[in-house]
Structures are given as C-alpha cells and as structure tokens.
C-alpha cells in the first residue's frame, strides 16, 4: 500500500523493517532471539523504495570503483534491483558457490559468535534497511551494507577462504587466552588482541582497497555501500593510501562515523589470505597483546564471549 502511514496506526506491517524502528526486530531482541527468519511481508513499500534508490544510484560506481569479483558476485547473486533481497533467494546461489550462506539476525551479535559463523560459513546478516530519510549514513549495519556491499564478495572461493580463516583466528584467539591463568591478565589480553582483530578486519574486509590493472579497486563493504563514500576513497586527495602493514594497522584507530582518513592496499586475495595467517602468527607470538589503545574499544559482553568460548572449547 503506498501512502504515508498514519501515527496513530502504526501497526508491524505499516511500520515496516526500518532499521532502529522495527517492531519485529525489537521484540526478538527483547525474546533474546539473534537467529531470526526474515519476515518478507513486514517490509513497507517505502522500504523497498528505499532499496530501489540504493541500488540504481550505486551501480554505476561500483562498476567503476568496485573490485571485478565483486561484479562477478552481483551477477551470480543475480540481486534485484527493484526488490529487496529474500535471503533464501540468495542462499540459493551462494551456497552452491562457496557454501556460504546468509543467516538473519536481530541486530548485535557478540564478536565471537559473529566471528566463528564466520568459520562455519554463515554470515549474520541485518535484514532491517535504513530510514528512506538516512541514505548516505547510518552508523548502524542494515540490509544493504550486509547483502548488497558483503555478501557479492562471499561468491569468489578465495574471499570466502579469507573470512573461514579469519573465523579461525579468532578461535585461536579464544583458546590461547584460556591458557592464561590470571583472570586480569587474560581479560585485558582478550581486549587487546580483540582490538588488533577488529582492526584488521575494518581495513580489510570494511574498508580494504585491492591493486587491479595499475590502478585501485574496492573490495572492502563498507565503501561498497556508500554511494559517497566509493568514489572518495579512490579519488580524493585527503585520502591517505598506504600499502597494508600489519604492525600500522593493529594499532590503527578509526573512526566509524566519519569518511575514512586513511585506507590500505593489499596486492590480491593471495596476499590478504596471507596477512590473516601473519596475524595468527603474531597472535601466538604475543605481538598482540599490548596493541596501542584507542577505537575500536571491545565491549565487555565482546571480550567476554570470546573468554567463555575458549572456555568450552
Ligand atoms: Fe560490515
């Protein structure tokens, strides 16, 4: 039904999966619930307006910024540009793939259960979308960031490779603070080496750029879906881009709410498989333990999901 909703009758269907202000969404939060099933026919029509502006103002770039097996995956997702996504849709021509497939959330999963889906080949995907009123940023993931600047990537076997090895780095994470036996000493190493794999992650698979035939392309989500974003990053001069450094980018703060200062450059997907496995390394050598302070800062339920999971193991 197109129109505007009215506010005294705000029922689920009218008020739609907008991100922040979906009825459904806050009361599997409030059940506990963080595996979810997408309810199609809660989405309003301006959600799927909101999808439609997205996806035609965006394509043009990425077809100039976007990394080609990015492209590729856009194709065998075969996305829709008029509808929103069902996951079941997409799981069906990504599971064949790369047996990865997108499992709905209900919003914030602690990091090791987020990280270990990830070893497991699922991927925790946001099926609320912003706020028709939001496009350019919001500092919330939605559906659009997940399936449509993640998931094409999770079509190309090496990618996928990279985020299954990613999940196991963090398991080592969690077994070797096991071993630690003073409790403070743990919690605080925990935080540590959790900063330092947040921060690879966020320049890598959020905000990595990639070299491609003498130049740059885009891989990391993040900048895949910012309309604004995409282009900046490989075109403005206050864009600072620097050949990836593990040491510079453990200890890298940033900042999310923001276009990002700073980006890194890895050679290829080889290279980045690479860096992950040179982060487990210096994981187990200790070089992340005393990482500089600063953003991202780990929560206490973050750190604590990864010490009771190391725990159990
Ligand atoms: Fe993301």
Redesign the pocket.
Known sequence: MRGEPLESDMSDTMAGLTTTKAPFIEQAQANGEIYIRQPYELYSEENQQTWRSLYSRILPRWRQCAHPKFLEGVEKLALDPDAIPRLEDINKFLEPLTAFSAKAVAGYVPAYVFFDCLRTRAFPTTITIRDKALLDYLPE?DMF??VA??VPMHTDRRFADVLVRFGEVAQTAALTAAAISDADKRYRRMDSVLTAMARFFWFT??FGLMRYDGGLRVYG??LL?SFGEISYCLESTDVQREPFQLEWVINQAFEIDRFQPLLFIVDSFHHLFDLVDSLEEWMKQGKLDNVCPGAPSSTQEDIESFLNAGVAE
């Open positions: 993931p960031h997940d600047g993640h698979v959020e989500s993040g879906s």
